[in-house]
């Protein structure tokens, strides 16, 4: 028996946290996407990463955008690294 305001426990990884950012920035609301999860009769029981990559085209973009933001950040810290060693 399933209460009204009670829903699943969801546990989210970095990653899947880091693909939900850009949805939620764009103006959807992860209240809306944790919905449409719980209603999705064929990803309700699956990971949210499956979910999103069905769900949200641009998921595979987000991806490549935050490593290229991660490689940006790091270059700095490359480049003292190799000063160092140097």
């Known amino acids: 028996m399933q209460m009204p ?7 989210l990884s970095a990653e899947e946290v880091e ?5 939620v ?12 999860k719980e209603m999705d009769d064929d990803y309700k029981h699956g990971s949210m990463k499956n979910f999103l990559y069905a769900r949200y085209q641009d998921v595979r973009n ?6 290229a933001t991660f490689e940006r950040a ?5 480049a003292y690294i190799q000063t160092e060693n140097n």
Do not use: C, T, W, Y
């Not at 987000?62 to 490593?67: F, G, K, M, V, Y």
């Open 5 to 11: 305001n009670i829903h699943r426990l969801l546990f």
């Open 19 to 23: 693909m939900l950012e850009p949805i």
């Open 25 to 36: 920035r764009d103006g959807r609301s992860l209240r809306e996407i944790l919905r449409e």
């Open 62 to 67: 987000i991806s490549a955008e935050l490593q």
């Open 74 to 78: 790091v270059e700095p810290a490359k």
